[in-house]
């Protein structure tokens, strides 16, 4: 990813490129740096819902017209809305680029909020979120972020909440699109085989984005104390969550933290997958897991499994927590977690959307480009001394929290 290219127009917006010439095909995304963290517990879920309101309708295309200009000509067209960044992207042919990136223009310049149609997208959007609702696999997600950044608005989801959906309309909308769809907020990445000149002399003639202040000030997330939390719902597995907010992109120590939650949890080779699922199978599912954001992230482990046999996992998992305080780590294990990792790296570059995603991440979570080597090399500079450091600081069984969802009858008693 040495071929890359950066320019920045006047206003602030920001494009970044790689140019492929032996590819057929290319990705192409427009980022906004908004996000549900950029919102308020009035307005919880708006960003996500302009998200869905951009493909309704511009000043220039109805819904058909958008969809049938991409896919008419080969295209894949989506859109994603995260705690801190939104993204519409398309992936395409080469010889329809400029119909794409017209396409893209205008969905982020010109949407029309009609009244109309935000009334019926707030029915498609309630119904997405009671499909979470009923999906004890994502609700339980929520409830832990909801806890560990209580007083923050990334304790926040996404999707926002039903009183708040129902309540959006056409200013509103406007309202917060002019805010912080801006030009300064905006960066166009791209991989593939378009040139990087092509896609500035297309900036420029397809975007008048205004340039100016959004006064974006995201608070910074402080360390609260959150406590174990019970969701009632009727299901017959008990889900659990075991976890913590820890280092943020922000920060060095992540890519140790990063290498330890790989090895207890990542992948069939690691310790919990072996330890439960192997060895004595009684769970399905057990994974330990690492969400990211700028200045903090949510570690933690999740698991389902039967009542019979939830003490049993859960005593498991903290004693492997205590195994790795405890410096019991091999080499040779520790070189399988580098390995992993890297592959994953390397084997993500063969996909133009994952490397147009990594261009536009490492400009928004680092403000430069983080090559593939640097990458590697982040990874293999983790050494044993790091992972125990690390493990000491985010395996305290005192700061742990413990997230469980499962029926009512189904009492559930913390391990000691």
Known sequence: MDNYKITVLPGGLKIISEHIPHFKSFSLGFWINVGSRDENSRNNGITHFI????????????????????????????AFTSKEE????????????????????????????????IKKEA???????????????????????????????????????????????????HQFHKKFYRAENLLIASSGCIAHEKIVELAQKSLALKPGNSNQKRK????????????????????????????????????????LTTLLGEGSSSRLFQAVREKLGITYQINSFLNSYKDVSAFGV?????????????????????????GKLKDKEIKRVKEYLKGNTILSLENTTNRMIRLANSILHYGKVLTVEESIQKIES??????????NEVLNEKELITITLGSKNKSINKAA
């Open 302 to 326: 999740y698991y389902s499994t039967s009542e019979k046999h939830w003490q049993k996992v859960y005593t498991i998992i903290f004693r492997e927590f205590r195994n790795i305080i405890d």
């Open 123 to 173: 029915g498609v959007v309630i119904d997405e979120l009671r499909d979470i609702e009923d999906n004890p696999e994502e609700l339980i997600f929520d409830k832990f972020e909801e806890k560990i950044f209580a007083g923050n608005s990334l304790s926040y989801p996404i999707i926002g909440t039903e009183k708040n959906i129902l309540s959006f309309n056409s200013t509103l909308l």
């Open 86 to 117: 939104t993204c519409v992207y398309v992936r395409g042919l080469e010889n329809n680029f400029n119909i794409y990136f017209d396409v893209l223009s205008d969905l982020i310049q010109n949407p029309l909020f009609k009244d109309l149609h």
């Open 51 to 78: 998200e869905h309101m951009i493909f309704k309708g511009t000043k220039n295309r109805t819904a058909k017209q958008i969809s049938d200009a991409i896919e008419s000509c080969g295209g894949y067209l989506n």
């Open 220 to 259: 910074s997330y402080v360390k609260n104390f959150a406590e174990d939390y019970f969701v009632e719902k009727d299901t017959n597995q008990i889900h659990t969550i075991i976890g913590k907010s820890s280092f943020g992109f922000n920060d060095e120590r992540r890519t140790a933290l990063k290498v």
């Open 382 to 391: 983790v050494t044993k001394d790091d992972i125990i450091q690390i493990a």
